[in-house]
């Protein structure tokens, strides 16, 4: 059962990603709401005319941006109604439209982000101080999940290794960690999975100072919708989805691999690194192939890339590993 507190589960019920999913379906009798309307807009609805006005208060503000050198193009992007209705964000339930009905309870002011660890000295930055720190970019990017589907997805943000520069970081810190907003009375939901809270996920240092990582404010040139990861997010684009933490309000610097929240569930399933990697299957499934949300039936069907597609950029960091060991 998957209703009770975590401590009433036995690990044998742990049930990761598609699992919980379909499960709760079946729970359920239905698949209910919004599921992948796929209109194919390409995104022409302001946030304002798609939301409530109870989901995100600030959802819909129009953020200042600049052209990016490290934008993707030449794929249609995945329609605002798409990315904004089929999410993951098992805080605020397991369903894919459950964030978007139940996320306008995150408070994403005020906010603050934590930076401590292996840093000069520990620092707290206002989510103001953030937004201004450089200009915010629109940089297009594919996005991956690790169940086989994707996006393409028009973010707002600068890169994560100018925010790195910042948190003053020593030469022992080996990697960088990132935890995600809880609290268990506004993400109810939390507590009906086995996972332990709050999100924690992470990249090793050069990673994290790749210029693609992308520390993530907005998207479609408007700040994040609370389902996407208000008020600030990690996208890190040629891994797995699982790897970019939602609502960051903590990064530590760490001197060793820090525990990360799918790793923890099932770590046979999935790995720290979590590069996208069509030769390396899933346990359960495989990788090779991948889903394209919004898109008509028969065009779905993608053939996933090595690193996402972005080899040329990232591949360099893993010279010399073993990427089937290393997944
Ligand atoms: N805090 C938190 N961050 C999270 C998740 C989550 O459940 N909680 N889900 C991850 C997964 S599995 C994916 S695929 C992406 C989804 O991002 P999107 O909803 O903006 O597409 O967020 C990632 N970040
Ligand atoms: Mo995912």
Same mark, same amino acid.
């Given at each position: 059962m998957l209703i009770g507190k975590s401590s009433d589960i036995p690990s044998s019920a742990i049930t990761p990603q598609d699992q919980y999913l379909n499960r709760r379906r079946f729970l359920r009798g239905a698949v209910s709401g919004v599921v992948a309307a796929g209109a194919g807009a390409l995104g022409a609805e302001r946030l304002a005319e798609v939301f409530e006005p109870r989901i995100g208060a600030l959802a819909g503000t129009k953020l200042e941006t600049v052209k990016s050198p490290l934008t993707t193009t030449g794929e249609d992007l995945t329609s605002l109604n798409d990315l904004t209705h089929y999410?993951?964000?098992?805080?605020?339930?397991?369903? #894919?439209?459950?964030?978007? $009905?139940?996320?306008?309870?995150?408070?994403?002011?005020?906010?603050?982000?934590?930076?401590?660890? #292996?840093?000069?000295?520990?620092?707290?930055?206002?989510?103001?101080?953030?937004?201004? @720190?450089?200009?915010?970019?629109?940089?297009?990017?594919?996005?991956?999940?690790? $169940?086989?589907?994707?996006?393409?997805?028009?973010?707002?943000?600068?890169?994560?290794? $100018?925010?790195?520069?910042?948190c003053e970081p020593l030469s022992t810190a080996k990697y960088v960690q990132f935890l995600s907003y809880y609290d268990k009375k506004?993400? #109810?939901?939390?507590? $009906?999975?086995?996972?332990?809270?709050?999100?924690?996920?992470? @990249?090793?240092?050069?990673e994290a100072m790749h210029p693609l990582a992308l520390l993530t404010f907005g998207l479609y040139g408007e700040v994040l919708p609370n389902q996407n990861g208000a008020p600030v997010r990690i996208v890190a684009p040629w891994k797995y989805g699982f790897k970019s933490a939602k609502s960051i309000v903590a990064v530590r610097f760490v001197d060793k691999m820090p525990p990360t929240t799918w790793n923890d569930q099932a770590p046979r399933e999935y790995g720290f690194y979590s590069n996208v990697n069509p030769s390396v299957d899933h346990p359960r499934w495989s990788q090779k192939t991948e889903r394209r949300i919004g898109l008509p039936f028969y065009a779905q069907r993608k053939t996933t890339l090595l690193f996402n597609g972005y080899g040329e950029q990232v591949a360099s960091l893993y010279n010399g590993m073993d990427l089937k060991r290393n997944f």
């Open positions: 999410n993951n964000f098992y805080e605020f339930g397991v369903q #894919k439209n459950e964030p978007a $009905e139940n996320a306008g309870a995150l408070p994403t002011r005020p906010w603050t982000v934590r930076v401590d660890g #292996k840093v000069k000295s520990p620092k707290t930055f206002d989510i103001e101080a953030l937004l201004k @720190l450089r200009p915010l970019e629109d940089r297009v990017y594919r996005h991956r999940c690790v $169940e086989a589907w994707s996006m393409v997805i028009p973010w707002v943000g600068y890169s994560l290794s $100018e925010f790195i520069n910042q506004v993400e #109810k939901w939390g507590s $009906e999975t086995s996972i332990s809270w709050p999100y924690s996920e992470g @990249l090793r240092m050069d």
